[in-house]
């Protein structure tokens, strides 16, 4: 296991540059540190390529990373990521762009049977036989120096990553590789990582069903925590947390005072800010036209779209019993309803189109059968 460790400018450079030459793809992990901030802090990128050169980049050491962006920026090369979500988030934040042509082996994952959220120590276990260390997890990556054990623990996952990602590519089919190329397109939609405070109350899952007036409050002091946590670089959580937010906003205090009585709220924040939350209530109660209107739901199912709606629950249920995935992760009931009312609409991308949507066409169509087959149910 050898690599290099970078905290040159000019060593990235010449590594970058080595790499432009004949590597069709490089495995990429990444360390960073978010415990006690707003935005993640990357600590380490650690890289191999296909080729077999290596090395781990310290961007605590090297403040322009311009070199390693001419590798991730080429969409001839192929970036191979293990749950790629974290890493692109942190290399979105440090850079304001994201990697071209990427592979996610969790995702590609599916289709082997691991279901959708395997982790990288579990598969290469089952995969390579090699049981990755777990001593290091507690690491602060921001630490400096690392130690030589520390180093190769945060190698391992790259080390590891490309021969799986080698055995993981040589068994899925065309089919399933068309269609995953969905959901790694999917994972480059720079509107993931966008940070847009006047929607962060849309993220907030027990505001949903809030009348439009309180929900509005909801989302206005959601937008107040996202602008606070932004400035001052600390989790949003430190200054008003969820429950206590959509208490606010279910029963709106009158005064700040008032704000002492929220269930789980920070005494030290409504000393400090509740008089700006309720000049913030005062602005929503005095203007109804900031108010969200309300949403058109769907009409509920027929009794005959239950009868179906039973019949596709049956067989995602099978499906994820196939492909060890969670059964809420693979299909919501209001997406099963649109494709019984409108089967031609898409409501899935990539696995789950292959897996749910495809199958369920056919059976609604006709052009397919569900049969039992040695107590399994199947096409």
């Not at 192929?78 to 082996?105: C, M, N, W």
């Not at 120096?145 to 040589?170: H, N, R, T």
Request: charged fraction near 20%.
């Amino acid at each position: 296991m050898q690599y290099q460790y970078l905290t040159q400018t000019n060593d990235l450079v010449q590594f970058c540059n080595s790499l432009c030459e004949q590597t069709e793809w490089v495995a990429i992990d990444t360390e960073f540190v978010r415990k006690d901030t707003y935005y993640p802090e990357l600590s380490l990128i650690q890289i191999q390529s296909n080729l077999g050169a290596a090395a781990i980049i310290d961007p605590l050491s090297i403040d322009d990373l311009e070199p390693l962006w001419k590798i991730l920026d080429n969409p001839d090369i192929l970036k191979v990521f293990h749950s790629a979500r974290q890493d692109l988030e942190v290399l979105y934040q440090v850079a304001g762009r994201l990697p071209q042509s990427i592979f996610d082996t969790q995702i590609a994952a599916v289709f082997l049977g691991y279901g959708d959220l395997v982790g990288l120590a579990k598969i290469v276990e089952a995969e390579l036989g090699v049981q990755l260390p777990k001593d290091q997890t507690r690491t602060n990556w921001n630490q400096r120096p690392l130690s030589e054990e520390q180093l190769a623990y945060a190698f391992d996952d790259v080390y590891y990553l490309a021969p799986l990602y080698e055995k993981i590519y040589g068994r899925l089919t065309p089919e399933q590789l068309d269609v995953l190329s969905e959901d790694f397109a999917a994972l480059l939609d720079i509107n993931l990582y966008q940070i847009q405070p006047e929607k962060a109350g849309e993220k907030i899952k027990s505001g949903r069903h809030l009348k439009p007036k309180y929900m509005a409050i909801c989302y206005a002091l959601a937008e107040w925590r996202e602008l606070y946590a932004q400035k001052n670089n600390e989790p949003k959580r430190w200054v008003l947390s969820d429950d206590a937010l959509v208490a606010i906003a279910k029963r709106p205090p009158k005064t700040a005072q008032a704000l002492y009585k929220v269930p789980n709220i920070k005494a030290s924040s409504v000393k400090s800010y509740g008089d700006e939350w309720i000049s913030i209530i005062d602005e929503i109660f005095a203007h109804p036209e900031y108010w969200p209107e309300k949403l058109d739901t769907p009409p509920p199912p027929t009794p005959q779209e239950e009868v179906l709606l039973t019949l596709a629950h049956a067989f995602c249920q099978q499906v994820a019993l196939n492909y060890n995935i969670q059964l809420p992760n693979l299909a919501a009931k209001s997406q099963l309803l649109e494709l019984i009312r409108d089967p031609q609409t898409p409501q899935f991308v990539g696995w789950r189109r292959l897996l749910v949507e495809q199958p369920l066409q056919k059976i609604f169509h006709t052009e397919s059968c569900l049969k039992v087959n040695n107590g399994h149910l199947s096409l």
